[in-house]
RNA sequence: GGGCAAUUGGCUGAGUGGUCAAAGGCAACGGUCUGCAAAACCGUACAAUCGUGGGUUCAAAUCCCACAUUGCCCUCCA
């Protein structure tokens, strides 16, 4: 078997993945701002490390996978005062910033379960972690890259960047950027004069009065800057120095930029190994976003209450979407390709529940039916499964892969492959590779809910059906399959007279 | 203005030097099955420039250059 390759976005090329210990893989990905309800935007990043974080299970690494919670507010410099974006919403929504917090983490854990992603292994938040970014702040400025300024913090960049650039680790590493190429902003900034010099951002700011969310530090009451949060929970759980930091592409600068200088300071060598950074989301060719007025949430989108949506789509349609195509690429959100999407799904689905149910040990194999050219073809389909996901978690191939594993599938449940066609072995290997990746990699899940009195009233109009069909009462079968129809469960004749449904 | 990417069929989206007149999904067409359907299966068509123009190479969608267009980042953002 290969071994796996990721792409680096540090480095820009792809690279073998070999973990800092062997056997362990400590994995820290950038977790919500948990001040408004989760939108499409957090679907993306968090099914795709969902998938890597299976996918290193299952390769057998003993996976730590760190995802924060942003539950500290940021302030916002639009031109106006810093503000807290949560104690500012806090207010309007008139409710204690902690309420608020609680309200959409829990949103944000039902739309995660939803989509059937496992729950990371730690998953901590700013505000419990005052304590340990305010020594990381303290221990920046001990070593004379920060420096404090009317009860605030900030990060001095310039002096990082002449001191680090002679070592090879320059600001602007991650991004591509040269500092000294930074063009000033047109842009008018408020609190500006606080800072020596553009670049620097704030470690700590002190907090006005009127500001509900507040720690006490060395320097007065005041909360943390927004990237520190990230550098002190990942060096507190993973190491100074650990493999795999991922996020969306968005976050490259500055945030992780900023993570990568207070890290490399406090810690004296570059925190993480390989960065992982998944692609955007854009809906008609825009990426999402409040400023573009298009956010779609998590909510709307399960319910299809939102007037760019032109039906609901399910968690498993989502997820099937998003895995469909290579994470770094942008994917386009349409009905169109959503409506595909959940077609697809479902063949697959179904296709793939028939192969659970083969009862194996019932099959006729016998040798002279076998088809040496169609276990080949399988066997290769299967293997190409780890092939594929060692080369940078290429779901989408795999996902082609399992298609053509559908027709074959089909063939066999409807007979048109003879059930010994496959010999015993890979029979048994299709099933088995087939459970791992589609449930536990992919992490697909079947999407019927488990409602055993509407199983038992659609028995009962089957036997109905079946006893009408029998004396050629074509009315009132067709009537009982019509109606149903309306209400969305399709009826269908099988091969062997039984009849199955799909309820849509 | 600067940084980073992208540009593939009707839609979506793989593909990074030869096995690519280019995967897979969806849509389309024909057929099998069916009392009729649906689903499934089989088959077919569709990119005559893989954004445009150059270049490298025996060989390019794939590497290089220029141009065009689009997106992301430079401000909270997944």
């Given at each position: 078997m290969s071994q796996l390759s990721v792409y680096n976005s540090l480095t820009r090329k792809k690279e073998v993945f070999t973990p800092l210990t062997p056997g362990h893989v400590g994995m820290y990905v950038c977790?919500?701002?948990?001040?408004?309800?989760?939108?499409?935007?957090?679907?993306?990043?968090?099914?795709?490390?969902?998938?890597?974080?299976?996918?290193?299970?299952?390769?057998?690494?003993?996976?730590?996978?760190?995802?924060?919670?942003t539950d500290a507010g940021h302030f916002e410099e639009e031109g106006r005062e810093a503000e807290d974006k949560i104690s500012?919403?806090?207010?309007?929504?008139?409710?204690?910033?902690?309420?608020?917090?609680?309200?959409?983490?829990?949103?944000?854990?039902?739309?995660?379960?939803?989509?059937?992603?496992?729950?990371?292994?730690?998953?901590?938040?700013?505000?419990?972690?005052?304590?340990?970014?305010?020594?990381?702040?303290?221990?920046?400025?001990?070593?004379?890259?920060?420096?404090?300024?009317n009860g605030s913090v900030y990060f001095d960049v310039e002096k990082y960047n002449s001191d680090f650039s002679a070592k090879g680790l320059p600001y602007g590493m991650l991004s591509g950027r040269v500092l000294e190429e930074q063009v000033d902003s047109t842009r008018d900034l408020d609190n500006q004069e606080e800072k020596r010099n553009k670049p620097d951002f704030a470690l700590w700011k002190n907090a006005p009065p009127e500001h509900i969310m507040r720690w006490k530090s060395p320097w007065g009451d005041g909360f943390p800057g927004w990237h520190?949060?990230?550098?002190?929970?990942?060096?507190?759980?993973?190491?100074?120095?650990?493999?795999?930091?991922?996020?969306?592409?968005?976050?490259?600068?500055?945030?992780?930029?900023?993570?990568?200088?207070?890290?490399?300071?406090?810690?004296?060598?570059?925190?993480?190994?390989?960065?992982?950074?998944?692609?955007?989301?854009?809906?008609?060719?825009?990426?999402?976003?409040?400023?573009?007025?298009?956010?779609?949430?998590?909510?709307?989108?399960?319910?299809?209450?939102?007037?760019?949506?032109?039906?609901?789509?399910?968690?498993?349609?989502?997820?099937?979407?998003?895995?469909?195509?290579?994470?770094?690429?942008?994917?386009?959100?349409?009905?169109?390709?959503?409506?595909?999407?959940?077609?697809?799904?479902?063949?697959?689905?179904?296709?793939?529940?028939s192969l659970q149910k083969f009862q194996v040990d019932a099959f006729a194999f016998s040798e002279d039916q076998v088809d040496p050219e169609l276990n080949s073809k399988v066997v290769r389909l299967l293997g190409g499964f780890d092939?594929?996901?060692?080369?940078?978690?290429?779901?989408?191939?795999?996902?082609?892969?399992?298609?053509?594993?559908?027709?074959?599938?089909?063939?066999?449940?409807?007979?048109?492959?003879?059930?010994?066609?496959?010999?015993?072995?890979?029979?048994?290997?299709?099933?088995?590779?087939?459970?791992?990746?589609?449930?536990?990699?992919l992490g697909l899940q079947s999407e019927q809910a488990d409602n055993t009195k509407l199983e038992g009233v659609l028995q009962v109009l089957i036997e109905l059906r079946k006893t009408a069909k029998s004396k050629k009462d074509f009315v009132t079968s067709d009537a009982i399959r019509k109606q149903l129809l309306v209400l969305g469960i399709a009826l269908k004749d099988e091969k062997d007279g039984s009849i199955s449904y799909t309820i849509n």
């Amino acid at each position: 078997m290969s071994q796996l390759s990721v792409y680096n976005s540090l480095t820009r090329k792809k690279e073998v993945f070999t973990p800092l210990t062997p056997g362990h893989v400590g994995m820290y990905v950038c977790g919500p701002t948990v001040s408004g309800e989760s939108h499409l935007g957090h679907a993306r990043p968090y099914i795709t490390f969902d998938v890597i974080f299976r996918y290193l299970t299952y390769l057998g690494y003993k996976v730590r996978y760190v995802r924060n919670i942003t539950d500290a507010g940021h302030f916002e410099e639009e031109g106006r005062e810093a503000e807290d974006k949560i104690s500012k919403k806090a207010v309007v929504e008139k409710l204690e910033p902690m309420e608020l917090v609680q309200k959409y983490t829990n949103r944000f854990h039902d739309a995660m379960k939803r989509f059937n992603n496992l729950e990371p292994s730690i998953e901590p938040t700013a505000t419990g972690h005052i304590v340990e970014q305010i020594g990381m702040i303290e221990k920046i400025i001990r070593d004379g890259y920060a420096y404090v300024v009317n009860g605030s913090v900030y990060f001095d960049v310039e002096k990082y960047n002449s001191d680090f650039s002679a070592k090879g680790l320059p600001y602007g590493m991650l991004s591509g950027r040269v500092l000294e190429e930074q063009v000033d902003s047109t842009r008018d900034l408020d609190n500006q004069e606080e800072k020596r010099n553009k670049p620097d951002f704030a470690l700590w700011k002190n907090a006005p009065p009127e500001h509900i969310m507040r720690w006490k530090s060395p320097w007065g009451d005041g909360f943390p800057g927004w990237h520190i949060e990230c550098s002190a929970m990942s060096a507190k759980y993973l190491g100074d120095e650990f493999d795999i930091h991922g996020g969306g592409m968005d976050l490259m600068f500055p945030h992780h930029e900023c993570e990568i200088a207070q890290s490399t300071v406090c810690n004296n060598k570059t925190p993480v190994r390989y960065w992982l950074h998944n692609n955007m989301i854009t809906i008609n060719g825009k990426k999402m976003g409040k400023s573009y007025n298009n956010t779609i949430k998590l909510s709307e989108l399960f319910s299809g209450n939102n007037p760019i949506l032109e039906q609901a789509y399910s968690p498993m349609t989502i997820r099937f979407f998003i895995l469909q195509t290579h994470y770094s690429s942008t994917l386009d959100f349409g009905n169109e390709a959503l409506k595909a999407a959940e077609k697809g799904f479902r063949r697959l689905w179904e296709s793939y529940e028939s192969l659970q149910k083969f009862q194996v040990d019932a099959f006729a194999f016998s040798e002279d039916q076998v088809d040496p050219e169609l276990n080949s073809k399988v066997v290769r389909l299967l293997g190409g499964f780890d092939e594929f996901m060692n080369d940078d978690f290429n779901t989408a191939k795999v996902l082609a892969n399992i298609f053509e594993l559908v027709p074959v599938i089909n063939s066999i449940r409807d007979k048109h492959i003879h059930p010994g066609a496959l010999t015993k072995e890979n029979m048994s290997l299709l099933q088995t590779q087939m459970k791992v990746y589609v449930e536990d990699i992919l992490g697909l899940q079947s999407e019927q809910a488990d409602n055993t009195k509407l199983e038992g009233v659609l028995q009962v109009l089957i036997e109905l059906r079946k006893t009408a069909k029998s004396k050629k009462d074509f009315v009132t079968s067709d009537a009982i399959r019509k109606q149903l129809l309306v209400l969305g469960i399709a009826l269908k004749d099988e091969k062997d007279g039984s009849i199955s449904y799909t309820i849509n």
